[in-house]
């Protein structure tokens, strides 16, 4: 499966933007999703994550209340709705595809390349 991220930019801080991961297959529709970021010199670090079903979804204490994981398998994609950005909300994004929703980035079989979220204070 090839995950391709987008939609990363630059925003003022309270402002929103949305990622989006598009997947190359449809086994996608039968994966969890799941969101990472990771700062410069810093861990990768688990933001959101999602079912293959969406029925379940799971958020990083961090960003509970402001972001907002959902997917489309009809297109095959997961999106992730970012709101009342933080500066501290800087980093590369990573969306992620494995058999479950876990917050250990290595128990995660396929990755995309990373998209970048820059906000300004």
């Known amino acids: 499966v090839q995950l391709q991220a987008s939609g990363g930019g630059l925003v003022q801080a309270g402002g929103s933007l949305k990622l989006s991961c598009a997947a190359s297959?449809?086994?996608?529709?039968?994966?969890?999703v799941g969101w990472f970021r990771q700062a410069p010199g810093k861990e990768r670090l688990f933001v959101a994550g999602?079912?293959?079903?969406?029925?379940?979804?799971y958020y990083a204490d961090s960003v509970k209340g402001r972001f907002t994981i959902s997917r489309d398998n009809a297109k095959n994609t997961v999106y992730l709705q970012m709101n009342s950005l933080k500066p501290e909300d800087t980093a590369v994004y990573y969306c992620?595809?494995?058999?479950?929703?876990?917050?250990?980035?290595?128990?995660?079989?396929?990755w995309g390349q990373g998209t970048q979220v820059t906000v300004s204070s």
């Open positions: 992620a595809a494995g058999p479950s929703v876990v917050g250990s980035p290595s128990r995660w079989d396929y």
């Open positions: 999602i079912t293959w079903s969406g029925g379940s979804t």
């Open positions: 297959q449809r086994t996608f529709s039968s994966s969890a």
